[in-house]
């Protein structure tokens, strides 16, 4: 089963630490609503034969739009899907509504599926979670990021920590029992006893996951002008290492599984949907700057609304893509399995890439960053911290 994964670019406002393809305009919500509905249509109408045809052929503006073209062999039913952004509930509930009808016309959703969708606290009204609970959504993500109000406003988040419990409260009410959190740590100033507080605030919430990240000062982004003129100091890394180990002690404590870098849940709550990420699961992305995945090709459509939408009018997909060699598929393997609890089962490898991790590995094996059992290859706790480096060392340059 492919994931279908739609994204809502659409902010009131922008936070300043965000990097990712994001737009204030909000009156071009329904614009690009339509748009995402004509992209599913577009997508489904495509065949591998037509890939592999435009992808050969020696028409340079066709090659370069691969644009015209659909995924190759992918499912029409899916198991999970993701709405992400921006801020999916800006959208009203009948622009979801019109997305639900089409995602059910061109891929059908799965009886199982766990379908998630971005939230802000602040927009979690009764009035809005009670709609929402009418639509397949059953898992809703929240950027609470912390507790603290003072830093929820250096952010510039719109919500309080006040908003959180109550959205919550009013998610449980209507039904909604797979709930997610993401929470930063590493601001500037904030001591580990402060980010302890934080942590034990998301306990309280008996919420099924939570993600966890370190504050990240993206270039081009006011948090990073705010580094570069030196009004603001990173964590040192001293500190940000005894706040991951202060994250993974308490949870798992709580009964929360540690299964991926970032990622916590209780059992049975895993994010299915990042899962198939990680186990290199094919994939369909939907709207501006959305990715997709065949296991052949990554694909990636444009981020730039009005050329998007300018774009789907004319009934092309304004996409680019990458072809993958064995090569490629091997050091996306490293990057997205070996974060997770199981890590890599070594037998999936070819011979070539598997003499290859083992001989790269062996020098962190002894020093205890990485652990070989059962033919499966994982990081284990003390490498954690340092997993970038150890992954970029395995993968072939």
Known sequence: MAGLYI?????????????????????????????????????????????????????????NNLSTCQLANLPTKTNTIYLGGGTPSQLSIAQLEQLFIYINKVYSIGDDAEVTMECNPDDITDDYVQAISRLPINRVSMGVQTFDDN????????????????????????????????????????????????IEK????????????????????????????KKIEEADEEQSLEM??????????????HYEIS????????????????????????????????IKTR??????????????DKGIIPMEYESIDDDT????????????AEGIDMTSLSTKHRTHCHASAKTYIAQGLLELKNNRLRITRKGIFVSDMIMSDLMLV
């Open 244 to 257: 991951f180990n202060s994250l993974i002690d308490t949870l798992t404590a709580a009964g929360y599984e």
């Open 263 to 294: 990622n916590f849940a209780k059992p049975g709550f895993r994010s299915r949907h990042n899962s198939s990420y990680w186990q290199g699961i094919p994939y369909i992305g939907i709207g501006a700057a959305a990715h997709s995945y065949d």
């Open 202 to 229: 998301a306990i309280s919430l008996n919420v099924e996951h939570i993600s966890a990240y370190s504050l990240m000062f993206e270039e081009g982004t006011p948090l990073f002008k705010m580094l570069e003129s």
């Open 329 to 340: 598929r091997y050091n996306d393997t490293i990057t997205t399995a070996l974060r997770t």
């Open 151 to 198: 830093r929820l406003r250096f952010l510039h988040r719109r919500h309080s920590s006040e908003n959180v419990y109550k959205a919550v409260e009013r998610l449980r009410q209507a039904g909604i029992n797979n709930i997610s959190i993401d929470l930063m740590y590493g601001f500037p100033n904030q001591t580990v006893d402060e980010w302890r507080l934080d």
């Open 7 to 63: 994204h809502i670019p659409f902010c009131k406002s922008r936070c300043i630490y965000c990097g990712f393809y994001s737009t204030t305009r909000l009156e071009q919500r329904q614009k690009y609503v339509d748009a995402l509905c004509k992209e599913m249509i577009l997508r489904r109408g495509y065949r591998s034969e037509e890939v592999k045809e435009l992808r050969s052929s020696d028409n340079t503006e066709a090659t």
């Open 299 to 312: 694909q990636w459509n444009v981020s730039d609304i009005d050329e998007y939408i300018k774009s789907i």
